[in-house]
Protein backbone atom coordinates (compact mmCIF):
# COMPACT_ATOMS: atom_id res chain seq x y z
CA UNK A 1 0.00 0.00 0.00
CA UNK A 2 1.01 3.21 -0.70
CA UNK A 3 0.51 6.23 1.66
CA UNK A 4 1.00 10.15 1.02
CA UNK A 5 0.30 12.55 4.77
CA UNK A 6 0.29 16.19 4.10
CA UNK A 7 3.48 16.09 1.36
CA UNK A 8 4.30 19.65 0.44
CA UNK A 9 7.25 20.07 -1.92
CA UNK A 10 8.82 23.69 -2.79
CA UNK A 11 11.49 24.96 -4.13
CA UNK A 12 12.72 28.68 -3.94
CA UNK A 13 9.17 30.11 -2.89
CA UNK A 14 7.39 27.38 -6.04
CA UNK A 15 5.35 25.16 -4.13
CA UNK A 16 4.95 22.10 -6.51
CA UNK A 17 3.68 20.28 -4.41
CA UNK A 18 0.82 21.40 -1.59
CA UNK A 19 -0.83 19.36 1.46
CA UNK A 20 -1.32 16.02 -0.74
CA UNK A 21 -2.74 13.11 1.34
CA UNK A 22 -4.04 9.99 -0.56
CA UNK A 23 -3.83 6.61 -0.31
CA UNK A 24 -3.50 3.76 -3.47
CA UNK A 25 -4.40 0.51 -2.11
CA UNK A 26 -3.58 -3.45 -2.79
CA UNK A 27 -5.69 -5.09 -5.38
CA UNK A 28 -6.98 -2.02 -7.27
CA UNK A 29 -5.28 0.55 -10.28
CA UNK A 30 -5.41 4.00 -8.80
CA UNK A 31 -5.22 6.65 -11.64
CA UNK A 32 -3.45 9.65 -10.77
CA UNK A 33 -4.42 12.39 -13.06
CA UNK A 34 -3.64 16.48 -13.76
CA UNK A 35 -2.78 18.74 -15.99
CA UNK A 36 1.05 19.29 -16.77
CA UNK A 37 2.61 20.96 -13.94
CA UNK A 38 -0.02 19.94 -11.74
CA UNK A 39 2.55 17.86 -9.19
CA UNK A 40 2.33 14.41 -10.71
CA UNK A 41 5.70 13.71 -11.32
CA UNK A 42 7.00 15.61 -8.02
CA UNK A 43 4.78 13.43 -6.06
CA UNK A 44 5.90 10.75 -7.62
CA UNK A 45 9.72 11.24 -7.41
CA UNK A 46 9.18 11.79 -4.03
CA UNK A 47 7.44 8.76 -3.63
CA UNK A 48 10.38 6.55 -4.79
CA UNK A 49 13.02 8.67 -2.83
CA UNK A 50 14.21 10.72 -5.91
CA UNK A 51 13.00 14.02 -4.74
CA UNK A 52 13.04 14.68 -0.78
CA UNK A 53 10.06 16.51 0.23
CA UNK A 54 9.86 19.65 2.18
CA UNK A 55 7.40 18.21 4.70
CA UNK A 56 4.98 15.42 4.79
CA UNK A 57 5.48 11.45 4.02
CA UNK A 58 5.14 9.10 1.48
CA UNK A 59 5.66 5.31 2.19
CA UNK A 60 5.30 2.10 0.90
CA UNK A 61 3.80 -0.49 3.38
CA UNK A 62 4.82 2.03 6.61
CA UNK A 63 8.41 2.65 5.14
CA UNK A 64 10.40 5.98 3.16
CA UNK A 65 11.70 3.89 -0.34
CA UNK A 66 15.06 5.03 1.49
CA UNK A 67 14.39 2.09 4.14
CA UNK A 68 13.12 -0.34 2.12
CA UNK A 69 16.21 -3.45 1.66
CA UNK A 70 15.55 -4.38 -1.97
CA UNK A 71 13.29 -1.82 -2.95
CA UNK A 72 13.36 -3.19 -6.74
CA UNK A 73 11.96 -6.20 -5.41
CA UNK A 74 9.23 -4.11 -3.28
CA UNK A 75 8.53 -1.13 -5.30
CA UNK A 76 8.62 -1.22 -9.29
CA UNK A 77 9.04 2.16 -10.58
CA UNK A 78 9.18 3.21 -14.62
CA UNK A 79 8.95 7.52 -14.09
CA UNK A 80 10.94 8.08 -17.62
CA UNK A 81 11.33 5.35 -20.55
CA UNK A 82 13.56 7.49 -22.11
CA UNK A 83 16.42 7.65 -18.94
CA UNK A 84 17.78 3.93 -20.14
CA UNK A 85 21.17 4.20 -20.95
CA UNK A 86 21.37 4.68 -24.52
CA UNK A 87 24.53 2.63 -25.13
CA UNK A 88 23.27 -0.99 -23.66
CA UNK A 89 21.17 -3.35 -25.19
CA UNK A 90 17.64 -3.58 -23.58
CA UNK A 91 19.53 -7.25 -22.33
CA UNK A 92 22.53 -5.67 -21.04
CA UNK A 93 19.58 -3.50 -18.77
CA UNK A 94 17.63 -6.09 -17.37
CA UNK A 95 21.09 -8.22 -16.67
CA UNK A 96 22.53 -4.82 -14.48
CA UNK A 97 18.93 -4.81 -12.81
CA UNK A 98 18.74 -8.44 -11.96
CA UNK A 99 22.04 -8.40 -10.50
CA UNK A 100 21.71 -5.62 -8.87
CA UNK A 101 18.32 -7.19 -7.13
CA UNK A 102 20.40 -10.28 -7.03
CA UNK A 103 17.91 -12.61 -9.18
CA UNK A 104 18.94 -14.91 -11.42
CA UNK A 105 19.52 -14.33 -14.91
CA UNK A 106 16.46 -16.61 -16.19
CA UNK A 107 14.42 -13.79 -14.84
CA UNK A 108 16.00 -11.62 -17.48
CA UNK A 109 14.67 -13.67 -20.62
CA UNK A 110 11.83 -14.48 -18.84
CA UNK A 111 10.75 -10.23 -18.82
CA UNK A 112 11.48 -10.09 -22.12
CA UNK A 113 8.92 -12.54 -23.59
CA UNK A 114 6.57 -10.74 -20.78
CA UNK A 115 6.74 -7.17 -22.40
CA UNK A 116 6.88 -8.77 -25.97
CA UNK A 117 10.58 -7.84 -26.88
CA UNK A 118 11.89 -10.19 -29.28
CA UNK A 119 15.53 -11.57 -29.40
CA UNK A 120 16.66 -9.31 -31.90
CA UNK A 121 15.28 -6.10 -30.36
CA UNK A 122 16.50 -7.26 -26.68
CA UNK A 123 20.15 -7.39 -28.60
CA UNK A 124 19.68 -3.78 -30.31
CA UNK A 125 21.09 -0.93 -28.18
CA UNK A 126 18.69 1.50 -26.76
CA UNK A 127 19.50 4.37 -29.14
CA UNK A 128 18.00 2.38 -31.71
CA UNK A 129 14.70 1.85 -29.99
CA UNK A 130 11.13 3.43 -30.68
CA UNK A 131 9.72 5.17 -27.45
CA UNK A 132 6.93 2.41 -27.60
CA UNK A 133 9.83 -0.49 -27.42
CA UNK A 134 11.89 1.49 -24.73
CA UNK A 135 8.13 1.60 -22.79
CA UNK A 136 7.36 -2.09 -22.81
CA UNK A 137 11.93 -1.87 -21.57
CA UNK A 138 10.78 0.01 -18.55
CA UNK A 139 8.07 -1.95 -17.82
CA UNK A 140 10.35 -5.06 -17.89
CA UNK A 141 12.57 -3.79 -15.27
CA UNK A 142 10.35 -2.09 -13.34
CA UNK A 143 8.47 -5.82 -13.34
CA UNK A 144 11.80 -7.92 -12.91
CA UNK A 145 12.04 -8.08 -9.52
CA UNK A 146 8.27 -9.03 -9.02
CA UNK A 147 7.20 -6.49 -7.00
CA UNK A 148 4.09 -5.91 -5.16
CA UNK A 149 3.60 -2.12 -5.55
CA UNK A 150 4.42 -0.48 -9.06
CA UNK A 151 4.53 3.08 -9.42
CA UNK A 152 4.29 4.31 -13.16
CA UNK A 153 4.15 7.86 -15.16
CA UNK A 154 2.74 7.62 -18.32
CA UNK A 155 3.61 4.29 -19.11
CA UNK A 156 1.41 4.25 -22.31
CA UNK A 157 3.54 7.13 -23.94
CA UNK A 158 4.46 5.63 -27.84
CA UNK A 159 2.66 2.85 -27.33
CA UNK A 160 0.51 1.55 -30.53
CA UNK A 161 -2.71 0.55 -29.71
CA UNK A 162 -2.02 -2.81 -29.37
CA UNK A 163 0.64 -1.81 -26.99
CA UNK A 164 -2.39 0.05 -25.01
CA UNK A 165 -4.22 -2.82 -24.66
CA UNK A 166 -1.56 -4.93 -23.59
CA UNK A 167 -0.44 -2.51 -20.75
CA UNK A 168 -3.82 -2.34 -19.52
CA UNK A 169 -4.24 -6.01 -19.48
CA UNK A 170 -1.09 -6.59 -17.57
CA UNK A 171 -1.79 -3.75 -14.91
CA UNK A 172 -4.71 -5.34 -14.59
CA UNK A 173 -4.03 -8.73 -13.98
CA UNK A 174 -1.22 -7.65 -11.29
CA UNK A 175 -3.78 -5.30 -9.45
CA UNK A 176 -6.17 -9.12 -9.68
CA UNK A 177 -3.60 -10.95 -8.18
CA UNK A 178 -3.50 -8.25 -4.88
CA UNK A 179 -0.73 -5.77 -6.48
CA UNK A 180 -0.56 -2.55 -5.98
CA UNK A 181 -0.70 0.14 -8.91
CA UNK A 182 -0.28 3.93 -8.92
CA UNK A 183 -0.99 4.72 -12.52
CA UNK A 184 -0.19 8.45 -13.75
CA UNK A 185 -1.48 9.54 -17.29
CA UNK A 186 -2.88 11.53 -20.22
CA UNK A 187 -4.56 9.10 -22.07
CA UNK A 188 -8.01 9.86 -19.71
CA UNK A 189 -9.49 6.90 -21.47
CA UNK A 190 -7.26 4.44 -20.71
CA UNK A 191 -7.28 5.06 -16.82
CA UNK A 192 -11.40 5.45 -17.06
CA UNK A 193 -11.12 1.48 -18.49
CA UNK A 194 -8.20 0.43 -16.04
CA UNK A 195 -8.40 2.07 -12.95
CA UNK A 196 -10.85 1.44 -9.66
CA UNK A 197 -10.06 4.63 -8.10
CA UNK A 198 -8.65 8.11 -9.16
CA UNK A 199 -6.77 11.17 -7.57
CA UNK A 200 -7.03 14.61 -8.88
CA UNK A 201 -4.50 17.09 -8.58
CA UNK A 202 -4.42 20.59 -9.85
CA UNK A 203 -2.21 23.35 -8.94
CA UNK A 204 -0.27 20.99 -6.68
CA UNK A 205 -3.12 19.91 -4.35
CA UNK A 206 -6.04 17.29 -4.50
CA UNK A 207 -9.00 18.33 -5.73
CA UNK A 208 -10.83 15.25 -5.77
CA UNK A 209 -10.66 11.78 -4.93
CA UNK A 210 -12.54 8.32 -4.60
CA UNK A 211 -13.42 5.58 -6.76
CA UNK A 212 -14.38 6.22 -10.17
CA UNK A 213 -17.68 5.28 -9.78
CA UNK A 214 -18.46 7.84 -6.80
CA UNK A 215 -16.65 10.83 -8.60
CA UNK A 216 -18.26 9.95 -11.68
CA UNK A 217 -21.69 10.28 -10.09
CA UNK A 218 -20.76 13.24 -8.66
CA UNK A 219 -19.71 15.21 -11.49
CA UNK A 220 -23.14 17.28 -12.32
CA UNK A 221 -24.47 18.09 -15.46
CA UNK A 222 -23.76 19.33 -19.08
CA UNK A 223 -25.91 21.74 -20.43
CA UNK A 224 -25.77 23.82 -23.91
CA UNK A 225 -27.84 26.54 -24.86
CA UNK A 226 -28.68 28.73 -27.50
CA UNK A 227 -27.67 32.09 -25.27
CA UNK A 228 -24.78 30.96 -23.44
CA UNK A 229 -24.72 33.90 -21.70
CA UNK A 230 -27.84 34.34 -20.48
CA UNK A 231 -27.86 30.77 -19.02
CA UNK A 232 -24.12 31.33 -17.51
CA UNK A 233 -25.99 34.30 -15.69
CA UNK A 234 -29.25 32.58 -15.09
CA UNK A 235 -26.85 29.66 -13.35
CA UNK A 236 -25.00 32.75 -11.53
CA UNK A 237 -28.44 34.24 -10.05
CA UNK A 238 -29.41 30.75 -8.89
CA UNK A 239 -25.99 29.91 -6.59
CA UNK A 240 -25.41 27.07 -9.08
CA UNK A 241 -21.30 26.44 -9.67
CA UNK A 242 -20.47 26.20 -13.09
CA UNK A 243 -17.63 26.65 -15.43
CA UNK A 244 -17.70 26.98 -19.00
CA UNK A 245 -15.41 24.42 -21.67
CA UNK A 246 -13.94 25.48 -24.30
CA UNK A 247 -16.52 24.38 -26.81
CA UNK A 248 -18.91 26.44 -24.77
CA UNK A 249 -20.18 23.41 -22.80
CA UNK A 250 -21.14 24.47 -19.35
CA UNK A 251 -20.23 22.11 -16.54
CA UNK A 252 -22.76 22.81 -13.56
CA UNK A 253 -22.66 20.95 -10.18
CA UNK A 254 -26.56 20.29 -10.12
CA UNK A 255 -28.87 17.81 -11.39
CA UNK A 256 -30.46 18.10 -14.72
CA UNK A 257 -33.82 18.87 -13.70
CA UNK A 258 -32.32 21.96 -11.31
CA UNK A 259 -30.89 23.03 -14.67
CA UNK A 260 -33.66 22.92 -16.85
CA UNK A 261 -35.75 24.85 -14.03
CA UNK A 262 -33.38 27.31 -14.11
CA UNK A 263 -33.31 27.73 -17.38
CA UNK A 264 -36.61 27.69 -18.19
CA UNK A 265 -37.41 30.92 -15.65
CA UNK A 266 -34.64 33.09 -17.16
CA UNK A 267 -36.27 31.90 -20.46
CA UNK A 268 -33.55 30.06 -21.74
CA UNK A 269 -33.48 27.70 -24.80
CA UNK A 270 -31.79 24.43 -24.16
CA UNK A 271 -30.22 22.60 -26.83
CA UNK A 272 -28.13 19.76 -24.61
CA UNK A 273 -28.73 18.63 -20.99
CA UNK A 274 -27.46 15.40 -19.66
CA UNK A 275 -25.78 14.28 -17.03
CA UNK A 276 -21.96 14.54 -17.03
CA UNK A 277 -21.50 10.82 -15.45
CA UNK A 278 -22.51 9.60 -19.16
CA UNK A 279 -20.02 11.90 -20.56
CA UNK A 280 -17.05 9.78 -18.59
CA UNK A 281 -13.65 10.67 -17.01
CA UNK A 282 -12.83 13.30 -19.81
CA UNK A 283 -15.53 16.28 -19.04
CA UNK A 284 -14.95 15.80 -15.00
CA UNK A 285 -11.32 15.94 -15.19
CA UNK A 286 -11.94 19.40 -17.63
CA UNK A 287 -14.53 20.53 -14.99
CA UNK A 288 -12.63 19.59 -11.83
CA UNK A 289 -9.19 21.43 -13.25
CA UNK A 290 -10.77 24.21 -14.88
CA UNK A 291 -8.76 26.68 -12.64
CA UNK A 292 -5.21 25.09 -13.22
CA UNK A 293 -4.80 24.20 -16.55
CA UNK A 294 -2.72 25.39 -19.16
CA UNK A 295 -4.79 27.23 -22.39
CA UNK A 296 -4.50 24.00 -25.48
CA UNK A 297 -3.17 21.51 -22.45
CA UNK A 298 -5.65 18.58 -21.80
CA UNK A 299 -3.47 16.64 -19.32
Known amino acids: MITLEHLTKRYAGFTAVDDVSFTARPGRVTGFLGPNGAGKSTTMRVMVGLTPPTSGTATVDGRRYAELPNPGREVGVLLDASAQH??????????????????????????????????????????????????????ATALIGDPRVLVLDEPANGLDPAGIRWMRDLLRGYADQGGTVLLSSHLLHEIEVVADDLVVIGNGRIVAQGTKAELLAGAGSVVRASDTARLVAALADAGVEHTVAPDGAVLASAEAARLGAVAFAAGVVLTELRSADSAGLEEMFLELTATSRREGVAA
Open 86 to 139: AGRTGREILRVAAATMGLPRARVETMIERVGLTDREAERRVRHYSLGMRQRLGI
